[in-house]
């Protein structure tokens, strides 16, 4: 137990292997690793859920839009959930982690392994079991948090089916969908190019003054 920097109860109690649950990263990461990383991450589930079956508060996540159809665009779809979760229309989100738990959906937010090149996963067990898992190192960047939150919340929109622990090779087509639907989400399609094209005159104005100093 000491070699492995475990307590012997730790050793003893049969690990927590979630069905539903989507973490792909079977190219970078050994087996035990990744069953270490897994049953860490249920274990935190459960044991949240069971604080909450004690204090008789238990919550289920709300799905905050209908089910997402092949025929659906991802950018009105991202809209229509940002508007449900009472995001305004003419805001990026400022505060990604209140607004997801909106839908009751349980976060947690700690540090991965060393040498372990992996950012997210998600749990579906059940409505009272599903929740997020984002790893905030020290190395990893704000922005990539914010934006691997969105991400892993969208695969539980947008890709239910998806939820198997047995399944660990990436679906790029589904990878492609939720990183579009992340940035939908965390910034509008209009917004963002207000404030673009509000930097690219911004820029040229810089340089219309950079030459006459110059000159």
Same mark, same amino acid.
């Given at each position: 137990?000491?070699?492995?920097?475990? $307590?012997?109860?730790?050793?003893?109690?049969?690990?927590?292997?979630?069905?539903?649950?989507?973490?792909?990263? #079977?190219?970078?990461? *050994?087996?035990?690793?990744?069953?270490?990383?897994?049953?860490?991450?249920?274990?935190? =589930? &459960?044991?949240?859920? !069971?604080?909450?079956?004690? =204090? #008789?508060?238990?919550? %289920?996540?709300?799905?905050?839009?209908? $089910?997402?159809?092949? %025929?659906?665009? =991802?950018? %009105?779809?991202?809209?229509?959930?940002?508007? &449900?979760?009472?995001?305004?229309?003419?805001?990026?989100? +400022?505060?990604? +982690?209140?607004?997801?738990?909106?839908? &009751?959906?349980?976060?947690?937010?700690?540090?991965?392994?060393?040498?372990?090149?992996?950012?997210? =996963?998600?749990?579906?067990?059940?409505?009272?079991?599903?929740?997020?898992?984002?790893?905030?190192?020290?190395?990893? %960047?704000?922005?990539?948090?914010?934006?691997?939150?969105? @991400?892993?919340?969208? @695969? /539980?929109?947008? @890709?239910?089916? $998806?939820?198997?622990?047995? /399944?660990?090779?990436?679906? *790029?087509?589904?990878?492609?969908?939720?990183?579009?639907?992340?940035?939908?989400?965390?910034?509008? *399609?209009?917004?963002?190019?207000?404030?673009?094209?509000? !930097?690219?005159?911004?820029?040229?104005?810089?340089?219309?003054?950079?030459?006459?100093?110059? $000159?």
């Amino acid at each position: 137990a000491g070699a492995l920097n475990y $307590s012997i109860s730790d050793l003893l109690i049969e690990p927590l292997i979630p069905k539903r649950i989507r973490f792909r990263a #079977n190219a970078t990461l *050994k087996p035990l690793p990744r069953l270490n990383i897994i049953n860490s991450c249920a274990t935190w =589930l &459960n044991d949240y859920c !069971n604080l909450e079956d004690a =204090l #008789n508060e238990t919550t %289920s996540f709300r799905v905050p839009v209908d $089910s997402f159809k092949s %025929s659906d665009s =991802l950018q %009105s779809y991202a809209e229509t959930a940002r508007r &449900n979760l009472g995001v305004p229309e003419d805001a990026p989100v +400022a505060d990604v +982690a209140s607004v997801i738990e909106k839908c &009751n959906l349980k976060l947690w937010f700690c540090s991965r392994p060393k040498k372990v090149e992996i950012f997210g =996963l998600a749990i579906n067990e059940t409505p009272q079991k599903t929740g997020i898992v984002v790893f905030n190192n020290p190395e990893i %960047s704000t922005e990539r948090i914010i934006f691997t939150t969105v @991400h892993e919340f969208a @695969h /539980l929109l947008l @890709h239910k089916k $998806s939820f198997d622990e047995e /399944l660990k090779e990436e679906n *790029k087509e589904e990878e492609r969908q939720a990183d579009e639907f992340a940035g939908y989400f965390l910034m509008p *399609k209009q917004l963002f190019l207000d404030k673009w094209n509000e !930097n690219v005159t911004t820029r040229s104005e810089e340089r219309r003054v950079g030459k006459e100093c110059r $000159s």
